[in-house]
C-alpha cells in the first residue's frame, strides 16, 4: 500500500521535520537491501543492532525520506532533500500504518496461533480460502509485529480473506498482535509447553494464546482444539 505524507502524518501522530505535506505516496520498506525510491524508509530496533545506523544506506539507495526517533542532525545532513518525519517509536509507527491498511481494505481476517501447527494451519486455510476468495497470507512463518505489519501492507486491494500467523516470546505479545490486525476469526491450534522456560507454567501459556481474541470483532468467530485451558 502506498500513502501520501500527509496521511502518515496523520496515521503516525508523526512530524514532518524535513519537506512539506504533499499528496506524493510512498511505498515502506525497513529493509535497505531492497529499498526502492518510492519507499520510505522505517528504522526499526532489535536486541542487537538499531535501524537508525542504515538510514544513511537508506539515503545512498535513494529512498523517498525515512522516519526517525533522533534529530535529524544525527542520522541525515541538513540540506538532505526527501521527506523526513519524526515520530515517538518506529515500531508503534509501522504498526499504526499496518492497521490501517486492514483497515481501508477492510478483509476477513484469520488470525492462527498455537504451540505447534501454526505455519501448515495458516497453509491449510489458505489453501482451501484461495479455491473460491481472493486470499492473502503471512510469508513463510513471519508471526511477530514485524512480520504483522508486512503481510497487511503487502495485502492487494481486492483482498477478500488474510491468514496471519501469530507468534509469542512471552504475555502481553499476541495480544499487541490482535490489537493491530483486529481479527475476524481467531484460531489456537493447541496449547503446549513450548515457551514453558518463559513463561513458567502451561496455564500461563494458555492465557498467552487466547490473547488473540483480545481484539476480536464484534460477532467474530474463534475455534480452538478441545483443550481444557482454552
Known amino acids: 500500500m502506498k500513502l501520501s505524507v500527509e496521511k502518515l502524518v496523520e496515521i503516525t501522530g508523526g512530524k514532518i521535520v524535513v519537506g512539506e505535506k504533499s499528496a506524493c505516496e510512498f511505498g515502506i520498506s525497513t529493509d535497505t537491501r531492497t529499498i526502492q525510491k518510492e519507499e520510505l524508509f522505517i528504522p526499526l530496533k532489535g536486541e542487537n543492532f538499531d535501524g537508525h545506523d542504515f538510514i544513511k544506506a537508506a539515503v545512498e539507495k535513494g529512498c523517498g525520506g525515512f522516519f526517525t526517533e533522533k534529530g535529524l542532525s544525527e542520522v541525515a545532513q541538513r540540506d538532505y532533500k526527501g521527506y523526513v518525519i519524526k515520530v515517538d517509536d518506529a515500531l508503534e509507527a509501522y504498526l499504526r500504518i499496518a492497521r490501517y491498511a486492514r483497515r481501508e481494505i477492510n478483509p476477513q481476517i484469520v488470525a492462527v496461533t498455537g504451540s505447534a501447527g501454526k505455519t501448515s494451519t495458516k497453509e491449510l486455510i489458505f489453501c482451501v480460502l484461495a479455491t473460491t476468495f ?97
Request: aromatic share 6%; glycine share 10%; hydrophobic share 35%.
Open 134 to 230: 481472493r486470499t492473502h497470507k503471512s510469508a513463510l512463518n513471519y508471526n511477530n509485529e514485524i512480520g504483522l505489519c508486512r503481510t497487511l501492507l503487502s495485502m492487494p486491494n481486492d483482498t477478500q480473506y488474510a491468514v496471519v500467523e501469530m507468534g509469542m516470546r512471552g504475555l502481553g505479545e499476541i495480544e499487541l498482535l490482535s490489537k493491530y490486525s483486529e481479527p475476524d476469526i481467531a484460531v489456537i491450534t493447541n496449547v503446549g509447553t513450548a515457551h514453558i522456560g518463559r513463561l513458567g507454567s502451561i496455564e500461563n501459556i494458555a492465557k498467552a494464546k487466547c490473547e488473540i481474541t483480545s481484539y476480536l470483532k464484534k460477532g467474530g468467530l474463534f475455534l480452538s482444539h478441545d483443550d481444557k485451558l482454552v
